[in-house]
């Protein structure tokens, strides 16, 4: 490699071997003078303006300090903008990649899940009927038993009616758990070993549709909203002029401005 090679090539400098410079190491660097600014201004306002004004010369003074100290907020403003925007850029670009990636993946487990979800209804629905058609037959069971066990105490004979009594309870039994059975949640009538492993069923839940955005009893759903929510709701309806508002004090205000 010749000098001249070298000379041009930054890596092979002295400290060239060094890692590159964090971006947080950088900016106090490329913006030392920016630094200096803020600090400047910021030590005017201290030290030249009274703790409390009470003359228009003061009050001039304060709102020319006002104005440098928005001319170098400005000026951070922007600085701060040409250091991110290519941040921001090359996240928009990463976003968009693997969001169309993932949102094709998420397109086509939502279609095959709609396909599962009619096989598994369908199978629960089935194991529902099954359950109440098997809690039908052991209900018609217990009561032929009690039958046969009053009819037996009718006839006078003990043993057979003890024995038909205790018949009956059991059919009793296994009828009111045949019951239950036909009522178990829908994940439990679709449960299904796969043949690869793991297991497949139907999630419960409750969801929502809004049909009438006017019949909602807000009141009911106020627990659920933030305060930051909240906020934003009330500041757009004094934006849009409103001027009174239960538990809510809408009031003028005053606002110092210096152009």
Do not use: C
Not at 24 to 42: G, H, N, Q, S
Not at 117 to 138: C, G, H, N, S
């Amino acid at each position: 490699m010749t000098q001249n090679d070298l000379a041009e090539n930054e890596r092979a400098r002295i400290g060239g071997n060094n890692p590159p410079m964090t971006l947080a190491e950088r900016l106090p660097l490329d913006y030392e003078a920016l630094t200096e600014r803020v600090a400047a201004i910021l030590t005017k306002a201290r030290d030249e303006l009274p703790s409390e004004i009470t003359t228009d010369d003061e009050n001039s003074k304060l709102g020319e300090i006002i104005k440098g100290i928005r001319d170098v907020a400005r000026d951070a403003e922007a600085d701060r903008k040409k250091e991110k925007d290519p941040h921001l850029e090359a996240g928009r670009t990463i976003d968009a990649f693997f969001a169309a990636l993932t949102d094709r993946l998420n397109k086509g487990k939502e279609v095959l899940e709609r396909r599962g979800k009619k096989y598994l209804d369908a199978k629960a629905q089935a194991e529902r009927e099954r359950r109440e058609e098997a809690a039908r037959i052991a209900r018609e069971e217990a009561e032929r038993k009690l039958r046969e066990a009053e009819a037996a105490e009718e006839a006078g004979k003990d043993f057979h009616t003890e024995l038909a009594l205790e018949q009956a309870a059991q059919a009793e039994t296994r009828a009111d758990l045949a019951q239950q059975a036909s009522e178990e949640k829908a994940a439990d009538l679709a449960r299904t070993r796969m043949a690869g492993g793991g297991v497949s069923t139907l999630k419960t839940e409750w969801t929502f549709e809004i049909k009438n955005r006017e019949q909602i009893p807000f009141d009911r759903i106020a627990h659920f909203i933030s305060d930051a929510e909240l906020t934003k709701a009330v500041r757009a309806f004094v934006k849009g002029g409103g001027r009174s508002l239960p538990g809510v004090r809408i009031y003028e205000d005053t606002k110092a401005q210096y152009r």
